[in-house]
């Protein structure tokens, strides 16, 4: 990993480099996969009620690839899949994990869409800014980097702000799908990052949430909690 960081080094526009150091990247570690689980709550958009979730999820720090498997609704009868492997978007709802309730159809909006969630997660796998080499990025400031992904239909840009010690606060796309098929209704959307720790290392934010704007009006639909991070050295990765 030490020769990897040499080279980000020298591929990264420097304000990136520093950000990955800051957040306590280093070459001590071979983190090619992060583990974490969550609980929280969610709702569809539109929606008043709240649902309490627990998840766990791997994210690569090579490849752009995730998996979010989680459970909800009364005793956790409801699994929801949210997946990018092997270049291809995935979002599944079942009931008692063999009735289907949802998929979603494959299409380059929806590869858009979960390469924008694994853009905007990068605070969750830090190691990924210095390890993935499919992130170009770009700097917008002193405290905005642009970080993309994909090609063509499928290109995906995230803005990531950030906060007074110069950590991930959150996220930005001003298009990201909200549908996988037309329309597509491209809309602003945003997570953010709090309560920053220091874990295994790094420095890692433990709290976040996900909105949409829709109508001038920011609609939060996620919140949710880190209960444990991890990252296996032996681990595999998720395709991507």
């Excluded at 409801?78 to 994990?97: F, K, N």
């Excluded at 998929?103 to 969630?117: F, N, Q, V």
Aim: net charge positive.
């Amino acid at each position: 990993m030490a020769d990897s960081i040499h080279h980000a080094r020298e591929r990264l526009p420097t304000a990136v480099h520093d950000l990955a150091l800051r957040l306590g990247v280093n070459s001590d570690f071979n983190r090619s996969i992060v583990r974490l689980r969550q609980a929280g709550r969610m709702k569809p958009v539109g929606a008043t009620r709240w649902m309490s979730f627990t998840a766990r999820q791997t994210i690569s720090t090579r490849l752009c690839a995730f998996d979010w498997r989680a459970r909800t609704g009364p005793f956790g009868v409801i699994s929801v899949r949210d997946a990018l492997q092997d270049g291809q978007g995935r979002l599944d709802v079942t009931a008692l994990g063999i009735i289907r309730l949802s998929r979603a159809e494959h299409s380059s909006a929806l590869i858009r869409g979960e390469l924008m969630r694994y853009l905007a997660e990068l605070a969750w796998a830090p190691d990924a800014i210095l390890l993935n080499t499919r992130l170009r990025w770009r700097v917008d400031g002193p405290d905005r980097l642009i970080v993309t992904a994909g090609e063509g239909e499928t290109a995906a840009e995230v803005v990531l702000n950030l906060d007074s010690q110069g950590r991930i606060a959150g996220g930005f796309a001003p298009d990201r799908p909200r549908s996988a098929t037309v329309p597509l209704l491209p809309t602003p959307w945003r997570g953010r990052f709090s309560n920053y720790r220091q874990h295994d290392n790094l420095w890692l934010p433990f709290t976040g949430e996900v909105s949409w704007e829709i109508e001038g009006k920011m609609e939060v639909y996620w919140q949710g909690h880190i209960m444990h991070w991890e990252s296996p050295s032996a681990a595999g990765c998720p395709s991507g």
